[in-house]
C-alpha cells in the first residue's frame, strides 16, 4: 500500500527538471511547424505557378453585380449561383481520357480548344461555365483528377429580350459590355471589383432604372404586331416622361435576348433609337414651327404662300397635299405643308435655324447612360437650301431619342431636360433643365398638335378620352444615293393629354407596306400613326392616365389670354 502511495506521489510531482525538459520538447514542437510553413513559403516563392492557381481562379470567377430594377421594383437583371467546371493541367494524369470523357458530356466543347488548353502549363482553366446539376454529376462520376468544381455567379435576365437594348448585357466573367450593364462598370464597379473588395448581392445597392416594365413588354409586342401588319423591316417605339426626361419604355426591333446576346452585334439589331441616325421627315416640322413663333417672325393668326411649289436653283419642294393658296399656319401643320414650312425657316434665316436646332440638342451627339449613341449627320455646308428642305425634315439626319427630347421640351412649358434611363424626381430633373422657348410657344405647340390629332393627320391616334395630340412624319430614304421612290422611315409623335402633358409617345417603322385598308398609302398616318393609337390605349391605363370624357374647358389659357380664341373652340381651320 505505502509501495502504490508513493509511485502516485511520484506521478502527481511536478519538479524543476521535468518541467523544464517539457517546455524544451514544446518549444521543439513549435519551431519544427515554423520551419515547415516558412520552407512551404520558400517554395511556393521558387515556384509561382503554383500558387498562382489560385489566384487564377479567384481573378476569373465572375463577380457580383447589382440588381437592375424597374421604377416600381420588378427585377429587369439579378445574379444566380451557378456551378462550373475548371481543370488544373499539370494535375491531369492522362489528357486524352480526360478530353474524351469531357466532350463526350458537353458536345457542344471544341475539342480542339480543350486539347489546347489542357496542354497548357497554366495552373487553372475553364473546362465549362455554368453548367447543369445533371452535367455536374455526371463530371463528378468521372473522378479525373486534376478537375473540379467552382461556384460563381452568373447574370440572368427574368424578362428575356424585353428592354434588352437598354438594359445591355454582361458576359460570362461578369463584365458589362453594353447598356445599363456597360454603365454600371463605369461608375465604379470594376474599380471595386479590380481591388479584391468581396462583393455580394447584399452589399450592392440596386440599379432603380426609369422602365416601366408592364409598358416596356405592351410597346414591344404592339410594334412587333405593327411590323408584321406593315410588312415593315423594322421599328422602334418610346415613351418619354416630359416632366421629367425618365425614358418610361423603350423597343427596338429586331432585338435579342440578354440571357444568351449570340445575335447583339448584328448590325440589324442595333438599338435605332440611340445608335441609328435617320431623317425625321414631318415630325421635325414641330421644331420649325416653334422656333418661328418664338423668334416672332410669325404668330398663329400668320399666312403661308402655298400657292405654287416653291423653287431654289434647280431644285422645287413640293407639298404632299396641295393646297394652292394661302395657309394659316394652324393648316401649314395639319396638312404638313412642306412650302409653308420651308417659307418659315428662311424667315429666321440660316444662322438663326442652326442656332436654334444647336440649343434644341440637334447637331450634337446626344450623351445618356446608355454608353451606345450616334452622331448626328450635319451638313458640311449648311446653305440656304438645307434650312429650307431641314425645315420639314429632309438633309439632317438624328438619333430619334434626340427628336423626343427636343419635342419634349417644345411641349413641356419650353424647358429642356436630358433623357434619362434612370428614376429620377421632377425637383431633380428640374435643377439641371434650361429653358428653349417661352410658355406661349410650347402652349402653341400642343394646341397645333391636339388640332392634328382633331382634323389632321394624326386622326388615327386620336383615341377617345385622352385628349392626345400627334405629329405624323414620312421621310423617303436614301438607296444608293438618291431618294427612294417606294421606300420610307415613317415616325409619330404623341402627347398625352394635349392640354397639361405628361407622356410623350413615339413610334417608327422602317420600309412600312400599303396593305388593304391603306388605299394604297404607306405614310406615317396609316402605320406608325395607327400603331401609336393602339399603344396609347393600351398603356394609359398601366401608367395611370385616367381618361377623361369630357374635354377640358379651356385647354390652352395662354393663347386665350393672347386673343387667339379658336384654340379653346370647336373650329374647324378647313376641310381634310
Not at 456551378?83 to 480542339?112: G, Y
Not at 414591344?220 to 421629367?244: P, Q, Y
Not at 405647340?445 to 386622326?459: D, P, S, V, W
Request: hydrophobic content about 45%.
Amino acid at each position: 500500500m505505502k509501495r502504490r502511495r508513493g509511485l502516485l506521489s511520484i506521478l502527481l510531482t511536478t519538479k524543476l527538471d521535468k518541467s523544464t525538459r517539457r517546455i524544451r520538447l514544446i518549444a521543439l514542437g513549435f519551431t519544427l511547424v515554423y520551419c515547415i510553413i516558412g520552407g512551404k513559403l520558400v517554395y511556393f516563392a521558387m515556384h509561382p505557378e503554383l500558387r498562382q492557381t489560385h489566384e487564377a481562379a479567384s481573378d476569373t470567377v465572375a463577380a457580383a453585380r447589382p440588381d437592375i430594377l424597374d421604377r416600381n421594383g420588378a427585377v429587369l437583371a439579378t445574379d444566380i449561383k451557378v456551378t462550373s467546371v475548371f481543370a488544373e493541367p499539370r494535375r491531369i494524369i492522362d489528357r486524352d481520357e480526360a478530353i474524351d470523357q469531357l466532350s463526350t458530356i458537353f458536345p457542344d466543347l471544341s475539342i480542339r480548344e480543350l486539347t489546347e488548353r489542357l496542354s497548357s502549363h497554366k495552373g487553372f482553366i475553364w473546362v465549362k461555365r455554368a453548367v447543369t446539376p445533371a452535367q455536374q454529376q455526371a463530371v463528378y462520376h468521372l473522378g479525373l483528377p486534376g478537375v473540379g468544381f467552382m461556384q460563381e455567379n452568373k447574370r440572368v435576365y427574368p424578362n428575356g429580350p424585353i428592354a434588352a437594348h437598354v438594359l445591355g448585357f454582361a458576359n460570362l466573367d461578369g463584365v458589362g459590355i453594353s447598356g445599363l450593364e456597360k454603365y454600371i462598370d463605369g461608375q465604379g464597379l470594376s474599380a471595386l471589383q479590380s481591388a479584391g473588395f468581396n462583393l455580394t448581392p447584399s452589399n450592392l445597392k440596386p440599379i432603380v432604372s426609369s422602365l416601366d416594365l408592364n409598358a416596356t413588354y405592351a410597346i414591344r409586342d404592339e410594334l412587333a404586331k405593327g411590323i408584321e401588319k406593315f410588312k415593315a423591316k423594322a421599328g422602334g417605339a418610346a415613351i418619354l416622361d416630359v416632366s421629367t426626361g425618365e425614358v418610361i419604355a423603350m423597343a427596338s426591333l429586331p432585338d435579342f435576348d440578354p440571357n444568351n446576346p449570340v445575335d447583339a452585334l448584328d448590325p440589324h439589331r442595333i438599338d435605332r433609337l440611340t445608335v441609328g441616325v435617320y431623317e425625321m421627315g414631318s415630325t421635325f416640322k414641330a421644331l420649325t414651327i416653334a422656333m418661328a413663333l418664338d423668334s416672332g417672325k410669325v404668330t398663329l393668326n400668320s399666312k403661308l404662300d402655298a400657292r405654287e411649289s416653291l423653287r431654289y436653283g434647280r431644285f422645287t419642294i413640293h407639298d404632299f397635299e396641295p393646297q394652292h393658296r394661302f395657309l394659316a399656319l394652324p393648316e401649314v401643320f395639319t396638312y404638313s405643308s412642306n412650302i409653308g414650312t420651308a417659307r418659315m425657316a428662311m424667315m429666321v434665316g440660316v444662322d438663326g435655324h442652326k442656332a436654334f436646332l444647336g440649343k434644341m440638342g440637334q447637331l450634337t451627339r446626344l450623351r445618356t447612360e446608355l454608353p451606345e449613341s450616334a452622331e448626328p449627320l450635319v451638313p458640311k455646308k449648311w446653305s440656304e437650301l438645307n434650312t429650307m428642305t431641314i425645315a420639314f425634315g429632309q438633309g439632317l439626319n438624328v438619333a430619334p431619342l434626340q427628336a423626343l427630347m427636343a419635342v419634349g421640351a417644345l411641349v413641356n412649358g419650353g424647358y429642356m431636360i436630358k433623357p434619362t434611363f434612370l428614376k429620377r424626381s421632377e425637383a431633380d430633373a428640374m435643377a439641371n433643365a434650361v429653358r428653349v422657348v417661352k410658355p406661349e410657344t410650347s402652349e402653341s405647340l400642343r394646341y397645333l398638335m391636339r388640332l392634328n390629332a382633331e382634323i389632321g393627320t394624326a386622326k388615327n391616334a386620336n383615341i377617345d378620352g385622352y385628349f392626345v395630340g400627334g405629329k405624323t412624319g414620312t421621310a423617303d430614304k436614301i438607296i444608293h444615293g438618291h431618294y427612294s421612290n417606294d421606300k420610307v422611315l415613317t415616325t409619330f409623335m404623341a402627347i398625352v393629354p394635349a392640354d397639361k402633358p405628361k407622356y410623350l409617345f413615339f413610334v417608327m417603322l422602317d420600309e412600312p407596306q400599303a396593305i388593304p385598308g391603306t388605299y394604297g398609302f404607306h405614310t406615317a398616318a396609316w402605320n406608325s400613326g395607327a400603331i401609336a393609337g393602339k399603344i396609347v390605349a393600351r398603356v394609359g391605363p398601366l401608367l395611370g392616365i385616367e381618361p377623361r370624357f369630357t374635354p377640358p374647358a379651356q385647354p390652352f389659357p395662354l393663347l386665350a389670354q393672347l386673343g387667339y380664341s379658336a384654340a379653346n373652340s370647336a373650329v374647324v381651320l378647313g376641310s381634310h
